[in-house]
């Protein structure tokens, strides 16, 4: 049957309008965005603060013993924590569309939703598409708009010591509009991918959450200094992502063919 972008666009409208009913889910959604913006700027705060304290440049030199005597280690702190928390940002794009398309598969069985869906003409392809919009569009409107929130939030602490915008620089412009949503694409494939297998939306949510530890892992890495983070370590995260979400994309259309699902949850 003929991909028909009408009726992925008539999924993607029915998951967006029970999307805006969920109280909620949307207060959920509003926490993760609001600490990963938060955190970093308390951050660079306590470096403009107290610039010249002698435990900032300890820290800096465990990071960079080559670090030179006259460098302001609170500005090098600064350049290194925005370069990695990107890292942790990431984690957004990851669990936003977790919460939604966790909700849009496996809760449509909770609330015996489903099968009406399912009784339509809808393909795989069509139900796939539909519902990985309705995950996709928020989560990365919210990740934009965090990013702008953080980018005001740092250039304002940071000015008083730096007296130039830090933000938005090359690795985040890049890292938000390119990789963030290829991070999106990933979370909602876990989740669409996990949701047709479980039977609740809060086990689909917790199964599919553990994806984002790995992204953790490594943000601990870099931070503990075995790893280094730069263009290079992001876009090669990027490639690898990107690969998945070609396999998650089949595997989802696989997964969610309506047959398949009729026997299953029928």
């Not at 290194?80 to 598969?105: C, E, H, N, R, Y």
């Not at 790995?214 to 990027?238: C, D, R, S, T």
Request: aromatic share 10%; with cysteine.
């Amino acid at each position: 049957m003929a991909f028909r972008p009408k009726r992925a666009l008539a999924v993607f409208w029915k998951d967006f309008l029970d999307l805006r009913k969920n109280v909620g889910l949307l207060v959920s959604m509003m926490v993760l965005p609001a600490v990963m913006v938060l955190v970093p700027i308390g951050v660079v705060w306590t470096y403009v603060r107290t610039p010249d304290h002698a435990d900032l440049r300890s820290v800096a030199l465990f990071y960079d013993p080559t670090l030179p005597l006259g460098a302001s280690a609170a500005r090098f702190l600064i350049d290194k924590t925005l370069t990695d928390w990107f890292g942790m940002f990431l984690v957004m794009p990851v669990f936003v569309p977790i919460l939604i398309a966790s909700q849009s598969v496996a809760g449509e069985k909770e609330r015996r939703t489903l099968e009406p869906l399912l009784a339509s003409p809808v393909t795989a392809a069509e139900l796939v598409t539909g519902k990985s919009l309705a995950a996709l569009v928020p989560s990365v409107a919210i990740t934009w708009t965090a990013f702008v929130l953080f980018c005001v939030g740092v250039d304002i602490v940071a000015w008083p010591l730096v007296k130039m915008p830090l933000m938005p620089n090359a690795l985040w412009t890049f890292g938000v509009f390119v990789i963030a949503p290829l991070f999106a694409f990933f979370g909602n494939g876990v989740a669409v991918l996990i949701s047709a297998r479980v039977s609740e939306a809060r086990m689909a949510q917790q199964l599919s959450a553990l994806v984002v530890l790995p992204i953790v892992g490594m943000v601990g890495g870099q931070v503990a200094g075995v790893l280094k983070a730069g263009f290079g370590y992001y876009l090669l995260q990027g490639a690898v992502v990107l690969v998945l979400d070609a396999l998650l994309l089949w595997a989802s259309i696989r997964l969610l063919d309506r047959e398949r699902l009729v026997s299953r949850w029928g």
